[in-house]
């Protein structure tokens, strides 16, 4: 497929072997001539960790090269301070790198996903209106303190680097991810790689449009935080029901069992997000669309009229919509913004601790 002689080939593969990223397995059968030996990458050779920055905790894991996980923390934050963020940070890679012989040595770097804008190349949130940050370099904040590179990106996009890595994402081109949780967001991957655009706001689709004072938001107006995040699906359950549910969890076990206002809304909210997924999917024409976040945890009462009004609305063959029930893989994409580098899958350059810095 290179074009390279056998010669030029071992001696690359030589290389990598003396350098720790190949290993030589057991020579196979020969069809004639020298006996084949195929080659592995070694992916325990080197970890990553990442982290999710959410609301009221920080959630790490540790992966080797396969972004296969290893060891996972939880770490609660008193505040949403950025000081705060990357001494849980330095904290948390203490924890899961204790008691792991060359722990430090095999560390190949951090990532940290995050809700907002988030300028990838410069390591610094432009806005996250959760945390009330603007202009905050936290990749900067988090390298003082450890002796790695960092990585920063938006959790959404973390969310998609990991799907595309070992989730419904993988051998496609082009992807389009929907998340549905606290907030709403989107991620694009064409041809392989995270669409970010120019001011890395490709994907936020939850903020609020600025209404004209005197205007009249209807539900089929609302911006998708307010209409469509599980909080406001919350809320609005809780005027139907004229009762105040403590948690998502009593909607969730309302259509568990069959409830009829339960099963009616929910149906309505689904068919909301499929027609405003069916008007992306004829923007952007992605092979599979892939949604996930808290609100999966409503089931198929929700999904299922999602998913047949993207069918019933597309134009011409929809794309697959796989729905990721699990919701497990936020950190291991995290850890996978430290791998792409190390293979060399972009160009961002990350962050690390200043010579003169203690």
Same mark, same amino acid.
């Given at each position: ?6 010669? *030029?080939?071992?001696? +690359? ?15 196979? &059968?020969?069809? $004639?001539?020298?006996?084949? #030996?195929?080659?592995? #990458? ?13 609301? =009221? ?14 060891? /996972? ?6 505040? =949403?301070?950025?000081? /705060? ?7 948390? +890679? ?21 809700? $907002? ?9 432009? +806005? ?35 799907? &595309?890595?070992?989730?419904? $994402? ?7 991810? !929907? ?29 609020? %449009? ?11 107006? !609302?911006?998708?935080?307010?209409? !469509?995040?599980?909080?406001?699906? %919350? ?45 992306? #999917? ?7 669309? #892939? +949604?996930?976040?808290? *609100? ?13 009004? %993207? ?9 697959? %919509? ?14 996978? !913004?430290?791998? &792409? ?6 160009? /961002? *350059? ?6 003169? *810095?203690?």
């Amino acid at each position: 497929m290179t074009g390279l002689s056998p010669a *030029a080939v071992s001696g +690359v593969a030589g290389e990598l072997i003396e350098e720790g990223i190949v290993v030589e397995g057991k020579s196979a &059968q020969s069809s $004639g001539g020298r006996r084949p #030996i195929p080659l592995s #990458i070694n992916y325990a050779r080197h970890w990553s960790i990442g982290f999710k920055l959410s609301q =009221h905790r920080l959630e790490g894991t540790l992966t080797d090269l396969s972004t296969q996980p290893i060891g /996972t923390c939880e770490l609660p934050l008193a505040d =949403h301070e950025p000081a /705060t963020v990357a001494a849980a940070v330095q904290k948390g +890679v203490s924890t899961l790198l204790r008691n792991r012989r060359e722990g430090r040595q095999k560390l190949v770097g951090v990532g940290m996903a995050m809700p $907002g804008l988030i300028d990838v190349n410069r390591g610094i949130c432009l +806005v996250s209106q959760r945390f009330d940050w603007r202009d905050v370099p936290i990749a900067a904040l988090i390298a003082s303190r450890i002796s790695v590179p960092v990585w920063v990106d938006n959790d959404v996009n973390a969310f998609a680097i990991a799907q &595309q890595l070992f989730g419904h $994402g993988r051998r496609r081109n082009s992807v389009l991810v !929907l998340i549905i949780g606290t907030g709403v967001g989107a991620a694009f991957i064409f041809n392989g790689q995270i669409h970010r655009r120019a001011r890395f706001a490709a994907g936020e689709i939850g903020f609020p %449009v600025k209404e004209d004072a005197g205007s009249i938001a209807t539900e089929e107006r !609302l911006s998708w935080d307010r209409r !469509l995040s599980e909080p406001a699906i %919350v809320r609005a359950w809780q005027e139907i029901r004229k009762r105040s549910p403590k948690t998502p969890v009593d909607l969730q076990q309302a259509a568990a069992k069959c409830d009829r206002l339960a099963l009616e809304y929910l149906r309505e909210v689904g068919c909301d997000i499929g027609r405003r997924v069916t008007a992306m #999917i004829d923007l952007v024409d992605p092979e599979v669309v #892939i +949604v996930g976040g808290e *609100a999966v945890r409503f089931g198929p009462a929700l999904v299922d009229p999602l998913v047949n009004t %993207v069918r019933e609305s597309s134009f011409e063959k929809p794309p697959a %919509v796989e729905i990721d029930w699990d919701n497990n893989v936020w950190s291991r994409g995290t850890a996978a !913004l430290a791998i &792409q580098q190390f293979f060399d899958f972009e160009s /961002t *350059a990350g962050f690390e601790r200043k010579a003169n *810095a203690r």
